[in-house]
T-cell receptor, first 114, second 116 residues
Framework: DGGITQSPKYLFRKEGQNVTLSCEQNLNHDAMYWYRQDPGQGLRLIYYSQIVNDFQKGDIAEGYSVSREKKESFPLTVTSAQKNPTAFYLC?????????????FGDGTRLSIL | SQQGEEDPQALSIQEGENATMNCSYKTSINNLQWYRQNSGRGLVHLILIRSNEREKHSGRLRVTLDTSKKSSSLLITASRAADTASYFCATDAGPPFWSSGDKLTFGTGTRLAVRP
């Protein structure tokens, strides 16, 4: 079955630690996205990538970093500079850019601070 | 920034009733999409309506778009307990906002509870 796999489902971060969230897709999609969702809120865009080896900052990129070395993979690192990392993180993809195309989502990673 | 604002924030109805959710946005759009999110899960795409369309149907879903009022509504007819979820609208910027990039802007969502 084609889809997006996010791992782990739950993640805990210690003070001063960087953590990496995995996002893998087998849909052969070009574009991939990372969103943050806080309780009772909508999604806010962190980073997005429309092609391998290229990515752009979204609305809340500070304290996060990404890489896009392979088409299938778009890992997100939450750095120690992100002072309030507790949130639900969602990865999505589309065949190309979003115009007139629905986004396909993974089932998220819930990140908490220890 | 969040362009879409859903209304109401929460809605509780009896099974079999219709549910209507509204979305307002601020800038011109290419298209507007509606998504559903079950608790603790990712979003699932429901329907996409282009800026030159006024109404679209998919099963028990009916979406309308009024670009003059910058608003959209999602109607779920004959609701079921399984429709309990949060519903989000998302917009893709149109001219003159092309430079904002190929990205969606999501609203804050409507939490729908359908009582058996």
């Amino acid at each position: 079955d084609g889809g997006i796999t996010q791992s782990p489902k739950y993640l805990f971060r210690k003070e001063g630690q960087n953590v990496t969230l995995s996002c893998e897709q087998n849909l052969n999609h070009d574009a991939m996205y990372w969103y943050r969702q806080d309780p009772g809120q909508g999604l806010r865009l962190i980073y997005y990538s429309q092609i391998v080896n290229d990515f752009q900052k979204g609305d809340i990129a500070e304290g996060y970093s990404v890489s896009r070395e392979k088409k299938e993979s778009f890992p997100l690192t939450v750095t120690s500079a992100q002072k309030n990392p507790t949130a639900f993180y969602l990865c999505a993809s589309t065949p190309r850019g979003v115009s007139n195309q629905p986004q396909h989502f993974g089932d998220g990673t819930r990140l908490s601070i220890l | 920034s969040q362009q879409g604002e859903e209304d109401p924030q929460a809605l509780s109805i009896q099974e079999g009733e219709n549910a209507t959710m509204n979305c307002s946005y601020k800038t011109s759009i290419n298209n507007l999409q509606w998504y559903r999110q079950n608790s603790g899960r990712g979003l699932v795409h429901l329907i996409l309506i282009r800026s030159n369309e006024r109404e679209k149907h998919s099963g028990r879903l009916r979406v309308t778009l009024d670009t003059s009022k910058k608003s959209s509504s999602l109607l779920i007819t004959a609701s079921r307990a399984a429709d309990t979820a949060s519903y989000f609208c998302a917009t893709d910027a149109g001219p003159p906002f092309w430079s904002s990039g190929d990205k969606l802007t999501f609203g804050t969502g409507t939490r729908l509870a359908v009582r058996p």
